[in-house]
Every structure is written in structure tokens, then in C-alpha cells.
């Protein structure tokens, strides 16, 4: 099997553990409810997450020109400064004089650099100017990204899902979210992750006993105490999973491509829903949904849209080999039903036509080799809401019914339209796998055949396998996952991301997928079709 050369990052990454750490108090050792990060009192401003940056793209407004986003969080009103150079020293390096962080946005704020160099490590770094003393900043802290490639190069990424859920916080005493750290040491140039990135509806509790008799510590803060309702609560569910040195560190050298599924609000939610769960005083899923989406803006290095900055579908240009399609399965969806209608439409809404014309218009256009689509949902594995309704567009064997009309129309525009070297990659199934579509075994058959890659959960429970849907003729041809047992601890080793290599002489692209321990449980090689 082809094996892509490996190239290692230059960033020191022991250097940026100690950097983004720096301003943020993690309770070491324990498992008592805190209110927040600890700040230590200073004149100073201070960063209090660390830094990350998203959304690199070589791209954007119809224009090319690389660009990157940059994100970070003070401790009060100051304004957000950036420093970018191609040389850890900072030689000749170029500032961006960012916008002023405000209690409005919980004191985060973003920068989109723009006229980055293709194909090169960039190093950052972000200071915070106090606005009530403009003679004083903060301690910078430093980052890293690579631009997309200007001409075929080897490109190399990983994606996961699922971060922090179903009651398995940080535990300090297991390493914290060790699978950022196994991620890292694959040295990505970026992570896809395909939702679930906070798990707003899932409280902790102190202490969970294992099936061994030890116990699981959990971190606690008071956000992370109950289900998320105010946007304080949705965006102290983000300040919890930075309070990890793992992610502090991976976030600090690897950009992060966002998209949001159910668990950023509530489990399985649709907009019209009212609840019923006694948990909530809030009944409104999109009041709760609009508070959701604010604060992962708010928190994740995305880069939003003046006129939807709601907006989650995007498009991210990583150079003449591969563009990045990320799709939003929740925000235009009809209700969760029995998803049995004959007709598109209607109740049977999934993606929205607006979302369905965007996709199809990018692929038409996109001229790069492989066209990967981001999905918060798997195609063909079911995913159930209660007994009688479903979550997923999958509703069981047969012709295409419900939800299932809009990944039709897309499958078959691929198809008419001659779109080569389609790849699905996606998660929120908390275990990993591996599908080939063959329209020879599908009873709808007007697609040209395709992969679609599983993995997560990186740090949540484990849960699986599925049950496969016949109607795009999915075939298994890998899974691990608990066999049965549900939410399996991250103990238990089922943790699991994918890794992406796409040889830059060739442009084969190989899948593995990888657990915890960084061990290739499966892998294959794909030729593009020219």
C-alpha cells in the first residue's frame, strides 16, 4: 500500500503547550465545581483560551488570495492585535490591528488575515490592548497554520467529531482529552470537525464509577453543572473544553474547520421543536438554537458571512488538489417524523433548497481534484429519534423517502453533471467505519458510486454499530465500534478520528482510520478519476 511522505512541522510544540497555556487556571487535581477558569489579577490584559485559527482557504469572494482566520479571548474590553510572519523569529513580520473584544461577544474576537503566502508555515501571534489603558497589552501567545498549497503538494489532515459528551468531561487523572494530543502528533494541516464540538444538553457529574470500580473525575465548572440555557451557559460549554491542555495545544498548531450538528443545542433538535424535557425551563429549541449558533461563532475560529453570520455551510479552497464542502443537516430541516413522504419537500426538508442549490453550484465550479463534502450526519446509517420518528435522512430499506430527497438530488446531479472524486467524510455516530455506495446494490441507482468515511467519537462516549438503510446501497467494509454496549468510557480505547494524506506527485488519497493509541485500524489508497 502507498504510503505518503511525512512532513514534519517546524513549530517547536513543546514551546506552544507553554504558550497557550499561559492565562488559563485548570483546577490540576481536581474535580470540585469552579466557577470558571481561574484568572490570576493583573494590570494586564489577559488571553484566557489560548488561540486558534480556522477557515484556511486559498479562496474566497470569488477572488483567490489565501486567507486564514485567527481567533482569541481577552479577560476585558481590549483590543485583539495580530502578528504574522513566515519565520518563528517574526522577521518582517505584518500586523492586523483586530477589533476590540466587548462583554457583547463574551470578550472573544476574530481577525481574517488576508495576502498570506501559498504553501508556507505561518506563525502568529495575538495581543490584547487594554482599551481603558492603551499603553498596556497582554502577554502575546503564539500560533501556527500552513496555507493551502499554490501548485499539487502533499496535503495531509485528519477529522473526528464528538467532543466532550455523554458525561465524559476532562479528567485530569486519564490524561485529559488525550485524543487532541494523538491527533497532534500526526501533525495535520488542519482538523475537520464535523460536530458535536461542545455537548450543551450533557451535564457532568463529579464522579462516574467505571465498570472496573474506579471512578472517573470530571473537571467541573458551574456551566458545565447543568444543560445549557442562556447564552452564558452555551458559551461556558466552549470555555470548558479550552480549559484542556490538549486542545490548548492542538488549537494553537493546527487549524480547525467547524460545523455543528444536534449537541451544540439540544439532542436531535429541529427548529420548530417545543420541548418537553423537565431539564429546561426554556422550551424553545430555536430560541435555544439562536443562543447556540451565537456562541459557536462566538467560540469557533469561523468565518462568517455579513449578511448570514449565522451561516455553517462554506466552502474552504486547500489548493489545487482539494476543496472542502461543509453542510448544515440541522438548521433548515423540517420536524423529526416518520420521514415517509413520497414527495420532496415539505416536511420532508433536510438540507433547504437554498443549501441543495449552493452545494450543487460549488461542486459545478469547484476545479480541484477532490471535492471531500463535510457532513454532520452519515448517509446510510439510521439514526433514530424515539420509536417512531427519525433523526437522520436514513428511515429503513426502500425507495427514497423523506429527508432522503435532498441527498438524492444531490447524488444524481453528481452523477448528470460528470463531478469526479466526491468523498464523504463525517461522524456523530460515536463509532468508526468505512462505506462504499453501490449504486449496483441501492434501490435508488441514478448515482455513480462513492465512499463515506465514520470516525469519533475524539472524546465522548462510545456507542454502536448502526443499522444500514438500503436505499444507496451502503456496504460495510470496515467498523469498529462497542458492538452493542452503549456509551462505552474513553477508557475503554473506542476513540476515534481519520486521517487524509493526498500525495502531491499522484494524488492518491489515503484513508486510515485511527483510534486513540494512533493505531491504523484500516486504510485504503483511492485513485482519482481524471
Known amino acids: 500500500m502507498q504510503r505518503n511522505r511525512f512532513i514534519p512541522s517546524r513549530l517547536n510544540r513543546r514551546r506552544f503547550l507553554a504558550g497557550t497555556t499561559a492565562g488559563v487556571g485548570l483546577a490540576a487535581g481536581s474535580s470540585l465545581l469552579l466557577p470558571r477558569p481561574a484568572i490570576a489579577q493583573s494590570n494586564r490584559p489577559l488571553i484566557t483560551h489560548g488561540v486558534q485559527s480556522g477557515d484556511v482557504t486559498a479562496y474566497r469572494g470569488g477572488q483567490p488570495g489565501q486567507h486564514a482566520v485567527i481567533w482569541s479571548r481577552a479577560d476585558r474590553p481590549s483590543r485583539m492585535h495580530v502578528e504574522w510572519s513566515t519565520t518563528e523569529s517574526f522577521a518582517d513580520s505584518h500586523h492586523v490591528r483586530g477589533p476590540a473584544a466587548l462583554p457583547e461577544t463574551d470578550y472573544t474576537a476574530k481577525v481574517d488575515l488576508h495576502g498570506l503566502p501559498a504553501g508556507q508555515h505561518v506563525f502568529y501571534r495575538v495581543q490584547f490592548e487594554d482599551l481603558s489603558d492603551v499603553t498596556v497589552s497582554s502577554e502575546p501567545v503564539i500560533g501556527s497554520l500552513r496555507t493551502a498549497p499554490g501548485e499539487k503538494r502533499d496535503i495531509s489532515f485528519v477529522w473526528t467529531g464528538d467532543t466532550c459528551g455523554q458525561g465524559w468531561g476532562i479528567n485530569l487523572d486519564w490524561g ?3 485524543g487532541y494530543a494523538t491527533m497532534l502528533a500526526n501533525d495535520p494541516a488542519f482538523l475537520i470537525h464535523n460536530g458535536d464540538t461542545i455537548y450543551a444538553d450533557g451535564p457532568l457529574q463529579e464522579e462516574v464509577e467505571l465498570a472496573d470500580g474506579t471512578m472517573w473525575k470530571n473537571v467541573m465548572t458551574e456551566e458545565k453543572a447543568k444543560v445549557a440555557e442562556t447564552l452564558a451557559e452555551f458559551r461556558g460549554n466552549y470555555k470548558y473544553n479550552l480549559m484542556d491542555e490538549n486542545v490548548l495545544a492542538f488549537n494553537a498548531a493546527v487549524p480547525v474547520f467547524s460545523q455543528w450538528d444536534d449537541h451544540e443545542t439540544v439532542n436531535n433538535w429541529y427548529p420548530n421543536e417545543v420541548l418537553t424535557d423537565d431539564r429546561y425551563s426554556e422550551k424553545s429549541v430555536g430560541l435555544l438554537a439562536a443562543r447556540a449558533v451565537r456562541a459557536f461563532h462566538e467560540f469557533m475560529p469561523t468565518r462568517q458571512f455579513a449578511m448570514d453570520p449565522e451561516r455553517i455551510h462554506r466552502a474552504v479552497h486547500y489548493g489545487p488538489s482539494l476543496d472542502v464542502f461543509f453542510i448544515d443537516k440541522r438548521t433548515f430541516r423540517g420536524d423529526n417524523s416518520p420521514n415517509d413522504q413520497e414527495e420532496a419537500g415539505g416536511g420532508a426538508t433536510f438540507l433547504g433548497a437554498a443549501q441543495v442549490a449552493w452545494l450543487k453550484n460549488a461542486l459545478l465550479n469547484s476545479r480541484a481534484t477532490w471535492k471531500v463534502i463535510a457532513s454532520d450526519m452519515p448517509i446510510g446509517i439510521v439514526v433514530r429519534d424515539g420509536d ?6 436514513a428511515n429503513g430499506d426502500g425507495p427514497v423517502r423523506g429527508r432522503e430527497h435532498d441527498i438524492a438530488d444531490i447524488l444524481r446531479f ?8 466526491t468523498v464523504w467524510l463525517t461522524a456523530d455516530v460515536h463509532y468508526t467505519a468505512a462505506h462504499y455506495y453501490d449504486p449496483n446494490q441501492a434501490v435508488f441507482q441514478d448515482f455513480n458510486p462513492f465512499w463515506e468515511f465514520v470516525s469519533g467519537p475524539i472524546h465522548a462516549g462510545s456507542f ?15 467498523s469498529k465500534d462497542p458492538g452493542g454496549q452503549p456509551n462505552l468510557p474513553p477508557t475503554e480505547g473506542l476513540q476515534f478520528f481519520g486521517h487524509v494524506r493526498i500525495d502531491g506527485d499522484t494524488e492518491v488519497m489515503t484513508v486510515t482510520l485511527k483510534d486513540i493509541a494512533d493505531e491504523a485500524l484500516w486504510s485504503v489508497d483511492l485513485e482519482p478519476e481524471v
Open 176 to 178: 485529559g482529552m488525550r
Open 388 to 393: 417512531q420518528h427519525f433523526e437522520n435522512g
Open 414 to 421: 453528481i452523477r448528470h453533471n460528470n463531478v469526479k472524486n
Open 464 to 478: 454502536g454499530p448502526g443499522d444500514m438503510d438500503n436505499t444507496f446501497g451502503p456496504q460495510v467494509m470496515y
